[in-house]
């Protein structure tokens, strides 16, 4: 399935699940986001590798994504977006949502 196959394929899944989207604001263009129950693991992976293009075709309204690329933001304006996206969506900005380790040691037998 090519690229613009499996964009449109995505775009009416989630024009038939009603998906919502998070409006932030990158420089002074408004971009959607999807709520991040909607993202695969694929997008945050892409997000946490710094593969941004990978993560906006994903995560972001078809429409959008290649403005996202288009603005070819720096660094700390893609950290102030999607900062105000995890705000938006009740997330903490640099918190992981998996589970942490327990501080007691187990002893091994």
């Known amino acids: 399935m090519s690229e613009n196959t499996a964009a ?11 998906t919502a989207y998070i409006v932030a ?8 986001v999807k709520e991040m129950g ?4 694929s997008y945050l992976r892409a997000l946490r ?9 994903g995560a972001l309204h078809e429409e959008d994504a290649p403005l996202f690329v288009d603005l070819d933001a720096t ?4 950290a102030a977006f999607t ?5 938006k969506a009740g997330e903490e900005p640099g918190k ?4 942490s380790k327990s501080s007691k040691r187990t002893r091994k037998r």
Request: charged fraction near 25%; aromatic fraction near 8%; hydrophobic fraction near 40%.
């Open 8 to 18: 449109q394929a995505q775009a009416q899944e989630n024009e038939a699940m009603g």
């Open 25 to 32: 604001a990158l420089g002074e263009q408004e971009l959607r």
């Open 38 to 41: 909607q993202w695969r693991p």
């Open 49 to 57: 590798e710094g593969d941004f293009d990978t993560w906006a075709a």
């Open 75 to 78: 660094f700390d304006e893609i």
């Open 83 to 87: 900062a105000e996206v995890m705000t």
């Open 96 to 99: 992981s949502g998996g589970s």
